[in-house]
């Protein structure tokens, strides 16, 4: 099976959207709509018919343009069964458990609701890609808006159980700020030192962050580490249920 082609494009101030190409039988899937003329533009450059929409969640930096880029291609619109009736134009609802198919390859859906409530992730794991939408960034995860911190909880651990070396494609470049927050929850981090720099020499010279790979948030991303001892301690939760130490990260991100 031939490896499929993935093109990352800025959108708006901050958004990431992706083209998923499959050369061998030139389906084209778009990952969520934050913007038509960039997505369009780099479609036509490139030759490609767009054959599906992926869409992770209802935001409108994700859906907003569904119509109008389906009026242009003609494509088919695969989006999260929990909120369908938010996804303009969606043909197809899937929800954990399910996958979808671009030519050969497959994209396992899982939920991961929290940021929104019916969120999904798409999983192709023979490429080692996964497009999280909102639902985990570099070195942050997604404010929880209309889920519970349980359940956000629980939908990390799915993205957490992805094998090393997946890498994750989130939907903003919200690193630095990110970063700034991540240091004051653990601070002795020696890899979270590491990746710091690494990303303000990246910002400074105009490259992206992301995607951004899971065993990396593994070993930085302060909401994959509620667990951690060194976390636990630095919260002065030592031995807390991890459930209550990420909700803990999680409002002191809101505030910060
Ligand atoms: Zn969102
Ligand atoms: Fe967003």
Redo the contacts with the bound molecule.
Sequence with gaps: MATIEIVQIPCLSD?YGYLVHDPESGETACIDTPETQPLLRELDARGWSLTYIWNTHH?Y??AGNNLEIQQKTGCKIIGPAGEADKIPGINTAVDDGDSVSLGKHRAHILNVGGHTLGHIAYHMDTQDAAFV??ALFALGCGRVFEGTMAQMWESLQKLNALPDGTKIYC??EYTTANAAFAVTIDPDNEALQTRVEQIAALRADNQPTVPTEISLERATNPFLRATDAAVQAHLGMSGAPALDVFSEIRARKDNF
């Design positions: 958004n935001h930096d994700h939408g909102d939907a903003h």
